[in-house]
């Protein structure tokens, strides 16, 4: 089976598995893993802040930070097809007992600093005051767009004006500072937390890192005991993380792939194909006159899995396990699957 549903579905090669079977470790909730405190080392370092932590999840990543930014009650301006938003299961409510007031980031999926100050706060007797700004970027509802960095400035700059905090949901921060080709630094620069996921194109079995200041991260660290995330002996599941860490320059190939595949995809008939900025491709399939589910059984019956993305549109994801032949292989699926369409 080609899976092509998403880059979280690689499993650990032969040196990742030996990776985390010689790993030093301890226990790290004492802070005595030594393959952790290495992980958040360079963690830190790859994105210039002071310090990073390691935890199990992107959602538990995003969640403490949101956590620790702000104040029961405050608001937090979220981009409205955010996963933080949309995808959390509504844990900003839960967790950080905040309410969110989502913004329109347009085509590239970042509001603008004048719909930032629109939808700013101020504290007063009847109003909670906005206490933070979240970013997202590579953008996954979007398609995997890469923001540029300027834009980022620019969100993060507008938030400090009005004295809001920014984070940014980097679950693939690696593929967005491929696409712009700077590193992953420049583009958290001017924000003050953000979170990355080991555990998609970097292809790690397990884990997200959360990086920001030495005082955000000690605060992250107890927010994630509270939340359940404090782990032991967790160096056997950082080693691989560090390896992945290591191979973060390889996404250019997923990119090389997803272009690739677009390319095949747009050939076919019917399908109306998103130029892809990273990994994901985005194919709205209505044209075929085919729903998203009917497609993506019909593909998984020639040996292609794809995931359904809304109600017309089908994602495609290269990552670590697939090759240039699987994709050939992904494009003469969709194909046949067409032509079947056509001659019924
Ligand atoms: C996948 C993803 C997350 C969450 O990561 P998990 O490790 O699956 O919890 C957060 N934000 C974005 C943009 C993502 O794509």
Known sequence: MIDLRSDTVTTPDESMRATAADA???????????????????????????????????????????????????????????????????GLAQHAQVQTRPLDGGDRGIPSPDAIRAGHVAEDLHRPGTGLLTLENTHNSRGGIAIAPGRIDAAADAAHELEVPVHLDGARLFNAATAHDVPAERLTREVDSVMFCLSKGLGAPVGSMLAGSESFIAEARRVRKLFGGGMRQAGIIAAPGLEALANRHRLEVDHEHADLLAGGLATVEGLAVQEPETNIVLAETSGLGLGTAAFCDALEDHGVLASEFGESTVRF??????????????VDAVETVAATVGKQ
């Open 24 to 90: 030093d470790v301890g226990d790290d909730v004492y802070e005595e893993d030594p393959t952790v405190a290495e992980l958040e080392r360079r963690a830190a370092e790859i994105t210039d802040f002071e310090a990073a932590l390691f935890v199990p999840s992107g959602t538990m990543g995003n969640q403490i930070a949101v956590r620790v930014h702000t104040q029961r009650g405050q608001e937090v301006l979220v981009e409205q097809e955010s996963h933080v938003y949309k995808w959390e299961l509504g």
């Open 317 to 330: 994801c290269t990552h670590l396990d697939i090759d240039r032949e699987d994709i050939e292989q992904a």
